[in-house]
């Protein structure tokens, strides 16, 4: 008997530590989280304070930790003092006109080959995932080489072709697998309807796979809008400069005037970790999907 | 008759044309064409250039053979540029991998606020490496850098320090910089993968007893082998060519003490104007990096499709 009713308060005794220990391990994970988003969101932070820095506190020697006043009228007064429209409206072309023909060219080719079998498909699919690993870095000789070659060194042309073959790659695979999930009934019943194969994806299909799209999209454009090694080599004046190497023109005048140097960042980095946060879903299985395919 | 005969070529042609539009041509050309004008061609201009004897203006005075890949193995700067590059894509893919494998379990647990940290983490991940790599470049100031206040407050160091001011202490804080950008990408690869392992493995495992301690390790980590290989394959080739943090944090310098096999190409062509010697270096960078191609292309199963 005495063991028989021991044992439902050693079972009550467990369930009350276990509870303890479910809470303890919570805090624990609380703590540690917030601790690890603050280290990753540091430079972001230092970058905000510089910003709003006061022009004569910025070289501070030791620097303080939060400057005396917040001058949010840096935000406007970048914009008077240096270049900074141009390379925004630079970046803006570039960047929106990449995505625009990966988009022309990555639909049509990402239907196709996820709808169809044709022989070569395997050496299609391979060439795709070839450029995905290709960084222009490595090759950014032979990309200077080639567009000395063209003759478009120093042109807008040049950088929006480039970043539209190099980043084209992530934009196939999410699109196919979007296009692949819809079932073929679908598009087969529009097509008895009388729809030609263009007009099914254009009415059908394309709409089904808007999350797809939209993420082609945004990973495109900031791809390009983050882009630098190629956008250092091909231009050399700015006028087409993109912000990235617009930047580090500053820091190479010889007393850099920091507090603009971020505040132009800022204005840079705001919207794309927006946009970024919005696809995170996809990111993963578009920049791995060559492996699994 | 004549209308007849005339009438049957128009329609083999127009047969063709409704063949030629019912395949894949159409679809996939323009595709083809930008890979092949935009990816390819640069092989192929690179390996020429390596070739070629060009001036100082990029004019070409005919061809040098090997000379540029003899000259290249000649360079004082190569074999340090060619060790360190090994060290730098060895530790920050090893570190990186190592931290990740913590976040991506923190990240997988419950606990309140976990979106936040999540949203935080892809900030680096979204900024340009450029603005991040500025921002680090400007907290390690020797002067006015909050890196070396916040030491000197915890009683760390007792002088400045500049950081950046040689090889020694610079080329640690550049691992550092790119393990930070490296991690988001590695982190949510394999927060994948553990969200891939059906909750019932963990469940069995608990039944059977196993400590926390023993299922990661013979049931969680064998399981992320996929995950944990994809990171690190890509991983390599990102930090292979890497540019824009030791572009911006060092320059390579001072003198040429943190270059990679990366930057030392780029100063070679566009600081020495040695285009042939930098295009020789640039191919055998491509060839290390379609060598990760490969084992990435092998591994995803194309090989064993066509065999």
Partial sequence: MAILQSKPETREGNRRKAVRAQNGKTAVLTVTGFAVAFMFLLPYIRMMLTAVTPADEVYQIPADYIPSSFEWQNFITVWESAPIMQYLINTLIIAGAATIIVLLVSVPAAYYLARFRFRTRNLVLLLVLATQMFAPTSMVIGIYREMMTLGLVNTYLALILVNAGFYLAFSVWILSGFFASIPYEVEEAAMIDGCSKLSVLWRITLPLSLPGLVTAIIFTFITAWNEFVVALTLTSSPDIRPLTVGITNFIGLYEVQWHYVFATSLIAIVPVVVLFIAIEKWLVSGLTAGSIK | ?307
């Fill in chain 2, 1 to 307: 008759m004549a209308i007849l005969d005339s009438a049957q070529p128009r329609k083999r042609e127009k047969n063709l044309l409704k063949r030629f539009l019912a395949g894949p041509l159409p679809w996939i050309t323009p595709m083809l064409v930008l890979i092949f004008g935009i990816v390819l061609w640069p092989v192929y201009e690179m390996v020429r250039t390596s070739t070629l004897d060009i001036g100082g203006s990029g004019a070409v005075r005919g061809s040098a053979g090997f000379a540029n890949y003899l000259e290249l193995f000649e360079n004082p700067n190569l074999a340090g540029a060619v060790s360190r590059t090994f060290f730098w894509v060895i530790s920050v893919v090893a570190i990186t991998i190592f931290i990740s494998l913590f976040l991506a379990q923190l990240l997988n647990a419950k606990f309140p606020g976990r979106r936040f940290v999540r949203y935080a983490l892809i900030v680096p991940w979204a900024a340009s490496v450029i603005m991040t790599a500025t921002s680090f470049r400007w907290m390690l100031d020797g002067y006015y850098g909050i890196i070396n206040r916040i030491l000197l407050d915890l009683g760390f160091i007792s002088e400045p320090i500049e950081w950046l001011g040689n090889a020694d202490t610079s080329f640690p804080w550049l691992i550092i910089v790119a393990v930070f950008v490296s991690l988001p990408f590695t982190t949510f690869v394999i927060l994948a993968g553990l969200q891939t392992i059906p909750n019932e493995v963990y469940e069995a495992a608990r039944v059977d007893g196993s400590s926390s301690r023993k299922t990661y390790f013979s049931i969680t980590l064998p399981l992320l082998r996929n995950s944990l290989f994809i990171a690190s394959v890509i991983n390599l080739i990102n930090v292979f060519n890497q540019f824009p943090i030791i572009w911006v944090m060092t320059g390579g310098g001072p003198g040429y003490t943190t270059d990679t096999t990366t930057t030392l190409m780029y100063k070679l062509a566009f600081r020495s104007q040695d285009i042939g010697v930098s295009a020789s270096l640039s191919v055998v960078n491509f060839a290390i990096v379609l060598i990760f191609v490969l084992i990435y292309i092998r591994a995803s199963g194309f090989g064993r499709k066509e065999d």
